[in-house]
């Protein structure tokens, strides 16, 4: 053994490196400049030789340790450019030394991280694919606080982790090892107090196996061209306050191709696809609401680049992209976040508490800094890196609430004695304000099924700062209305026109989701009162009110062609359905429905504005009649909505202009399977006045139907003076006057 080799061994930290316990190998590892040279070191598990190439020399590293530690001194100044050569059997492999670069992440970066505000903590932490100083590898990082030390297994090295040992920053462990491309698998080798090594999942990873014991992948998520320029320069600019949102619910399992789906939407005159979650998730069966690797999208449906292109196309098809997001709550299996680095690290610290009570998965500690930046983080990436337009988180009721399906004794009060998760709620202000502030135009949607005050108004005025809130009321209390006979409707008559009530306390989008159509729910056509034909036409009605109602929409896969199956995640929706008339006129009705929705603005701009709706009719309790007004400006429509099973021919209501209504639109019309066939008719207001209104029109009402008129304003006429007659022949003449000017 050479002696100056020797008196440079620090056989401590060498000793602690072969049992890996080492956490700064870079301190002991690496080239070092000596008084006689500079000393390379690397540690090679199962070598039978090391030399070290630099230039046109190779030196012959010496064996220090059995378990496979090398070491030699080279007789320069400075330290050159040189690459392992390692011999194992009959195979030679050449490597650059991982513990010749730098540290990657800066120590402002760790900081940013450690107080919960780096956003971009995905450029760094993670597996990415780069060059440093000309040579190609991949940056890892993990953060894992309490491990003893972090190695890194993958395909690269053989599966051997202690040969790959990563260098303590504080809390973040990380690596940079030449020679690691895209697709090489790997996970985190990490030991705990106590001896015990973990195999972990990369909580950063770009892609994963589909199988979720298995491993990550490495994955270049910077190296997709875009072509959405123009979107995306727009979608800064967008206010949906003032544009059309008409949201198309699907899971991508259920589409051939992307360009099916990119065709379909484009067509169907949806403004935005909201995709069940495209994270990696465990199974099918959860619908991919079990996501294990945040920052994946699934290997199920390609690539990563597969994804993008999907959005990019989407993008240039003029469709907005919406993903399902989870923060609420993670799957528990071996390989996941579960105690990640032998310590409850991303779930909520009291176990007892830290199950969700519905679904056994884990709660988030959002009093963790770090564990906000990695959610925080996240929603940014899917916005800035896969170009998504808004997220849609679910389950926000489990975040908000700390006694959230639990008994009283089963839950810790807040400091004040309440049952709110003021964690959670600092964690949702963050990040609205955050994502909003870097993205602006993008839409963030809640999914809460309480009574959460002002869920949507600002974070600037201490909420939460959501664009919108599922109206599960109105939902629910619309279906359970459309269930009831005709006859008992008039005994729940406010049940249909409560929205109204409450509808500006938030901003609410109106929901006909997955959530109904499954688990023995019936799909929306089976809700619907009566005998085949009649659920038909009801829904007809119903989508009517929907899309006239205030507040964004959203639709559920199959509902468009009147699904009669509820929705099943292992079969494809039932598109024959399209070759039966029933099902195509129900279609065509849709399709032109939403296309009236998105082209008029009454019926989207100002939708939180309380002077664009008004109530014409909304006592006629015997009739079930309601009547409504829509406006955007000079723009006006009225919507008549029969809930009897009977046809009123002369139906009267007031109004306070002279005008002419013009049908626009009736599912009782012949080409959407109605009755009625012929021109559509122009009713012209009667100079007389109705109830406390200037003045009346007369209309004709199908049963179960719904009519959507345009509302043409006319001069006001000129009042006929009457002529003088005497006290007996005056009524006679008013009347007669009166008629001739009528007709």
């Given at each position: 053994?050479?002696?100056?080799?020797y008196?440079?061994?620090?056989?401590?930290?060498?000793?602690?490196i072969?049992?890996?316990?080492?956490?700064?190998p870079?301190?002991v590892?690496?080239?070092?400049?000596t008084?006689?040279?500079?000393?390379?070191?690397?540690?090679?598990?199962?070598?039978?030789?090391?030399?070290?190439?630099?230039?046109?020399k190779t030196?012959?590293c010496?064996?220090?340790?059995?378990?496979?530690?090398?070491?030699?001194l080279?007789?320069?100044?400075?330290?050159?450019?040189?690459?392992?050569?390692?011999?194992?059997?009959e195979?030679?492999?050449?490597?650059y030394?991982?513990y010749?670069?730098p540290?990657?992440?800066?120590?402002?970066?760790?900081?940013?991280?450690?107080?919960g505000?780096?956003?971009?903590?995905y450029?760094?932490?993670?597996?990415?694919?780069?060059?440093?100083?000309?040579v190609k590898?991949?940056l890892?990082?993990?953060?894992?606080?309490?491990?003893?030390?972090v190695?890194?297994?993958?395909?690269?090295?053989?599966?051997?982790?202690?040969?790959?040992?990563?260098?303590?920053?504080?809390?973040?462990?990380?690596?940079f090892?030449?020679?690691?491309?895209?697709?090489?698998?790997?996970?985190?080798?990490?030991?705990?107090?106590?001896?015990?090594?973990?195999?972990?999942?990369d909580?950063?990873?770009?892609?994963?196996?589909?199988?979720?014991?298995?491993?990550?992948?490495?994955?270049?998520?910077?190296?997709?061209?875009?072509?959405?320029?123009?979107?995306?320069?727009?979608?800064?600019r967008?206010?949906?306050r003032?544009?059309?949102?008409?949201i198309?619910?699907?899971?991508?399992?259920?589409?051939?191709?992307?360009?099916?789906?990119?065709?379909?939407?484009?067509?169907?005159?949806?403004?935005?696809?909201?995709?069940?979650?495209?994270?990696?998730?465990?199974?099918?069966?959860?619908?991919?609401?079990?996501?294990y690797a945040?920052?994946?999208?699934?290997?199920?449906?390609?690539?990563?680049?597969?994804?993008?292109?999907l959005?990019?196309?989407?993008?240039?098809?003029?469709?907005?992209?919406?993903?399902?997001?989870?923060?609420?709550?993670?799957?528990?299996?071996?390989s996941?976040?579960?105690k990640?680095?032998?310590?409850?690290?991303?779930?909520?610290?009291?176990?007892?508490?830290?199950?969700?009570?519905?679904?056994?998965t884990?709660?988030?500690?959002y009093?963790?800094?770090?564990?906000?930046?990695?959610?925080?983080s996240?929603?940014?990436?899917?916005?800035?890196?896969?170009?998504?337009?808004?997220?849609?988180?679910?389950?926000v009721?489990?975040?908000?609430?700390?006694d959230?399906g639990?008994?009283?004794?089963e839950?810790?009060?807040?400091i004040?004695?309440?049952?709110?998760?003021?964690?959670a709620?600092?964690?949702?202000?963050?990040?609205?304000s955050?994502?909003?502030?870097?993205?602006?135009g993008?839409?963030?949607?809640?999914?809460?099924?309480?009574?959460?005050?002002?869920?949507?108004?600002?974070?600037?005025?201490?909420?939460?700062?959501?664009?919108?809130?599922w109206?599960?009321?109105?939902?629910n209390?619309?279906?359970?209305?459309?269930r009831?006979?005709?006859?008992d409707?008039?005994?729940?008559?406010?049940?249909?026109?409560?929205?109204?009530?409450?509808?500006y306390?938030e901003?609410?989008?109106?929901?006909?989701?997955?959530?109904?159509?499954v688990?023995g729910?019936?799909?929306?056509?089976?809700?619907?009162?009566?005998?085949?034909?009649?659920k038909?036409?009801?829904?007809?009605?119903?989508?009517?009110?929907?899309?006239?109602?205030?507040?964004?929409?959203?639709?559920?896969?199959?509902?468009?062609i009147?699904?009669?199956?509820?929705?099943?995640e292992?079969?494809?929706?039932?598109?024959?359905?399209l070759?039966y008339?029933?099902?195509?006129d129900?279609?065509?009705?849709m399709?032109?429905?939403?296309h009236?929705?998105?082209?008029?603005p009454?019926?989207?701009?100002?939708?939180?504005?309380?002077?664009?709706f008004?109530?014409?009719?909304?006592?006629?309790?015997?009739?079930?009649?309601?009547?409504y007004?829509?406006m955007?400006?000079?723009?006006?429509?009225?919507?008549?909505?029969?809930?009897?099973?009977?046809?009123?021919?002369?139906?009267?209501?007031?109004?306070?202009?002279?005008?002419?209504?013009?049908?626009?639109?009736?599912?009782?019309?012949?080409?959407?399977?109605?009755?009625f066939?012929?021109?559509?008719?122009d009713?012209?207001?009667?100079?007389?006045?109705?109830?406390?209104w200037?003045?009346?029109?007369?209309i004709?009402?199908?049963?179960?139907?719904?009519?959507?008129?345009?509302?043409?304003?006319?001069?006001?006429p000129?009042?006929?003076?009457?002529?003088?007659?005497?006290?007996?022949s005056?009524?006679?003449?008013?009347?007669?006057?009166?008629?001739?000017?009528?007709?």
């Amino acid at each position: 053994m050479d002696e100056k080799v020797y008196g440079y061994m620090d056989w401590p930290r060498i000793e602690a490196i072969v049992y890996g316990e080492e956490t700064a190998p870079r301190d002991v590892m690496g080239p070092r400049i000596t008084q006689d040279g500079v000393l390379i070191q690397g540690f090679f598990p199962d070598a039978e030789e090391v030399s070290v190439i630099s230039g046109k020399k190779t030196y012959v590293c010496e064996k220090e340790d059995e378990a496979g530690y090398f070491a030699v001194l080279l007789p320069v100044r400075k330290v050159p450019e040189y690459r392992f050569l390692i011999k194992m059997g009959e195979t030679e492999t050449e490597c650059y030394d991982p513990y010749a670069f730098p540290c990657q992440i800066t120590e402002e970066e760790e900081k940013a991280f450690c107080a919960g505000v780096y956003y971009e903590a995905y450029k760094k932490l993670g597996a990415h694919p780069m060059e440093i100083k000309g040579v190609k590898g991949t940056l890892f990082a993990v953060w894992a606080p309490n491990a003893v030390s972090v190695n890194i297994a993958g395909d690269f090295n053989g599966w051997i982790g202690r040969a790959t040992i990563m260098h303590r920053m504080s809390g973040i462990f990380e690596l940079f090892v030449p020679g690691v491309e895209a697709g090489t698998h790997y996970k985190y080798e990490i030991k705990v107090k106590g001896g015990e090594v973990l195999l972990k999942a990369d909580p950063y990873g770009n892609s994963a196996d589909h199988d979720p014991e298995g491993a990550s992948v490495v994955a270049d998520v910077s190296a997709f061209q875009w072509n959405d320029g123009d979107w995306m320069k727009e979608r800064h600019r967008f206010d949906d306050r003032k544009q059309p949102v008409s949201i198309y619910e699907t899971s991508l399992e259920e589409w051939k191709s992307a360009e099916e789906l990119v065709e379909f939407l484009a067509e169907e005159d949806f403004t935005h696809v909201e995709l069940h979650p495209v994270m990696e998730y465990l199974d099918d069966i959860t619908g991919g609401y079990s996501t294990y690797a945040y920052y994946a999208p699934t290997s199920r449906f390609g690539s990563v680049a597969d994804f993008q292109k999907l959005v990019d196309e989407l993008h240039q098809a003029g469709v907005g992209v919406i993903l399902d997001w989870t923060p609420a709550q993670f799957p528990r299996y071996a390989s996941g976040l579960e105690k990640f680095d032998g310590t409850p690290l991303y779930e909520r610290q009291n176990p007892a508490e830290a199950i969700h009570p519905f679904w056994g998965t884990l709660l988030y500690n959002y009093g963790s800094p770090m564990v906000k930046d990695f959610l925080i983080s996240n929603a940014c990436f899917w916005a800035e890196v896969y170009h998504a337009d808004g997220l849609r988180m679910d389950d926000v009721d489990a975040m908000l609430y700390l006694d959230y399906g639990r008994n009283p004794g089963e839950w810790t009060p807040n400091i004040y004695g309440t049952n709110e998760n003021l964690d959670a709620l600092e964690f949702l202000k963050h990040l609205n304000s955050v994502i909003k502030e870097r993205n602006p135009g993008l839409l963030l949607v809640a999914q809460e099924n309480g009574l959460w005050p002002e869920l949507t108004d600002s974070v600037e005025n201490d909420h939460l700062g959501f664009d919108y809130k599922w109206d599960m009321g109105w939902m629910n209390d619309t279906l359970d209305y459309f269930r009831i006979h005709p006859y008992d409707r008039k005994f729940h008559y406010h049940k249909l026109s409560f929205s109204m009530m409450y509808f500006y306390n938030e901003h609410y989008l109106l929901p006909f989701s997955h959530d109904e159509v499954v688990h023995g729910k019936a799909t929306i056509l089976q809700k619907m009162w009566g005998e085949y034909d009649l659920k038909f036409q009801q829904a007809k009605t119903l989508y009517t009110y929907m899309y006239t109602h205030p507040g964004k929409k959203l639709n559920f896969m199959g509902n468009e062609i009147g699904q009669f199956r509820e929705w099943d995640e292992e079969k494809e929706c039932d598109w024959m359905l399209l070759d039966y008339p029933k099902h195509q006129d129900f279609h065509r009705f849709m399709k032109d429905l939403n296309h009236l929705y998105i082209s008029e603005p009454a019926f989207f701009n100002g939708d939180y504005n309380s002077v664009n709706f008004r109530w014409i009719e909304v006592e006629a309790v015997e009739e079930r009649v309601y009547i409504y007004e829509r406006m955007c400006g000079e723009d006006h429509f009225i919507v008549v909505l029969n809930m009897s099973d009977a046809q009123y021919n002369d139906f009267e209501f007031g109004y306070d202009h002279y005008a002419v209504l013009h049908e626009v639109l009736s599912g009782e019309r012949k080409e959407y399977g109605g009755y009625f066939e012929g021109p559509k008719e122009d009713i012209v207001a009667k100079t007389t006045g109705y109830k406390w209104w200037k003045r009346k029109f007369k209309i004709t009402i199908p049963a179960l139907a719904a009519i959507i008129y345009k509302v043409e304003f006319l001069p006001e006429p000129k009042e006929i003076p009457l002529p003088m007659l005497d006290e007996a022949s005056i009524d006679i003449d008013r009347k007669r006057l009166r008629a001739e000017h009528e007709n």
